[in-house]
């Protein structure tokens, strides 16, 4: 059995809370790997997310290092089965699709916005020329000369 990488946890204060969750459930899939691979149990995302008490949903998302030596450990053992790879497959396609629709929501919800902009910016500028052509026709009215009339002596 090849030896894993020993994972090394930080110790310093500047790590957040979040790398160190992360370092400790890395170390958990390290160990819990291991452990299959000693038994000679069944290498799949699910063994390993049972063993280590994880979701695979973290596996898939945050530690895909570990994903890739699991496939690479159940490939040695062939072990890796057409149905697990196009589960695995599934999984990152339906993870993609979510991703994109909410990119596609993200960016609609933008677009409205721009377009409410570009309404009002519209309606602002309608309201300006309305503005400028009364000023103008003041302008004019007040530029007219103003007819004097002298008043006739009685």
């Known amino acids: 059995m090849p030896a894993l990488p020993d994972l090394k946890m930080q110790s310093d204060a500047s790590a957040t809370p979040q790398a160190r969750r992360r370092a400790r459930t890395e170390a958990r899939l390290r160990e819990a790997l291991a452990r299959l691979q000693h038994d000679g149990s069944r290498l799949t995302v699910a063994e390993l997310a049972r063993e280590a008490r994880v979701s695979r949903n973290a596996i898939y998302a945050n530690h895909g290092a570990i994903l890739a030596e699991l496939r690479r450990a159940a490939t040695r053992q062939g072990v890796v089965s057409k149905a697990e790879s196009d589960a695995d497959c599934a999984w990152d396609r339906r993870r993609l699709i979510a991703e994109l629709k909410s990119q596609q929501q993200r960016l609609a919800t933008e677009n409205a916005a721009l377009l409410k902009r570009a ?28 007819p004097l009339r002298l008043k006739e002596a009685t």
């Not at 309606?123 to 400028?132: C, G, N, W």
């Open 119 to 146: 309404l009002d910016a519209e309606a602002s500028a309608a309201r300006l020329d309305r503005r400028i052509t009364q000023l103008s026709r003041e302008l004019d009215e007040m530029r007219r000369p103003i």
